[in-house]
């Protein structure tokens, strides 16, 4: 879980197609047509690969000062958090459990890799910031890692499992769109997705008390301005942390401007940089 300092810096089928589909072919067409159909529905919000495109974008913009979110594979420092190395596409850190989690699953997949050894001592330094059997070649070794497709893949899995997955379909059971999907991802990519007094819970909890969910019968706008408040309270409990742009000059422009699906053209700026998508 990527925690910066401000000074660190396919498309979906066409239901009309696949209903052609069904009266042309028949019964059994139209059980497999109901099957894709079922399965394009699924991604309907930010898990539209367009509009998960455009998250990584806005995630990396504020994580690396860059919208290349995929040359963020071989990205590791210390970023002086408290939370040891911060590594990755969504800043795994060593010291969080996440970073752990990422390494054993490369190691079960790729048996003998050029991180596996370092498994004992993230064992060991997991829940601090220490290096301890981590320096000085797990930075080389991580970066030497991410040339492994096998690698990558682990990172865009972890990412999806712990943070991606659980915003989504969290934000979905809220009943929010596309803006609201990303901001409760961005939320749990810093803040992580627990009951800790910043955590995702926390946040939510202190938003409820101001505004009711879409799900529950309220304004989806007024919603995430609560939850935006709240996210901004949260982010300043950390020094860390304390540079609230990712929500102020971000998500925020965006619900000023009501555009509740991310529908590029999109400008932004973090800690002073400007972004633009489309």
């Known amino acids: 879980m990527h925690s910066p300092s401000p000074h660190i810096r396919a498309s979906r089928r066409s239901l009309l197609t696949l209903f052609g589909a069904v009266l042309v072919a028949g019964t059994g067409a139209a059980v497999t047509a109901r099957s894709a159909a079922a399965a394009g529905a699924a991604a309907t919000g930010l898990d539209d690969p367009a509009k998960k495109e455009i998250a990584m974008r806005l995630v990396s913009s504020a994580e690396n000062s860059s919208l290349d979110w995929q040359a963020q594979y071989g990205y590791i420092e210390d970023i002086g958090d408290g939370r040891g190395y911060t590594a990755g596409i969504i800043g795994f850190c060593s010291g969080t ?10 190691t079960d997949r ?23 059997g981590l320096d000085p070649g797990f930075p080389a070794a991580w970066r030497e890692a991410a040339g492994d497709p096998a690698f990558r893949q682990a990172q865009d899995d972890e990412r999806d499992r712990v943070y991606f997955g659980p915003a989504v379909e969290r934000a979905k059971a809220d009943s929010l769109g596309v803006l609201g999907q990303f901001a409760y991802y961005d939320a749990i990519v810093m803040h992580g997705d627990g009951d800790d007094a910043t955590g ?4 939510r909890r202190r938003a409820l008390a101001q505004a009711r969910t879409p799900a529950q019968g309220g304004d ?13 309270w949260a982010m300043k409990q950390e020094e860390a942390h304390s540079d609230t ?16 699906n991310l529908d590029p053209p999109l400008a932004w700026k973090v800690y002073g940089d400007s972004y633009r998508i489309g």
Do not use: C
């Open 220 to 232: 989806e706008v007024t919603y995430l301005n609560a939850f935006l408040d709240a996210r901004v």
């Open 200 to 203: 995702f819970g926390t946040i």
């Open 245 to 260: 742009t990712r929500v102020d000059t971000a998500q925020r422009v965006f619900l000023q401007e009501r555009n509740l």
């Open 110 to 132: 790729e048996p003998g890799n050029v991180l596996a050894g370092y498994l004992p001592a993230l064992r060991r330094v997991n829940g601090g910031d220490s290096h301890e």
């Open 97 to 106: 459990s996440d970073m752990l989690a990422l390494v054993e699953l490369y």
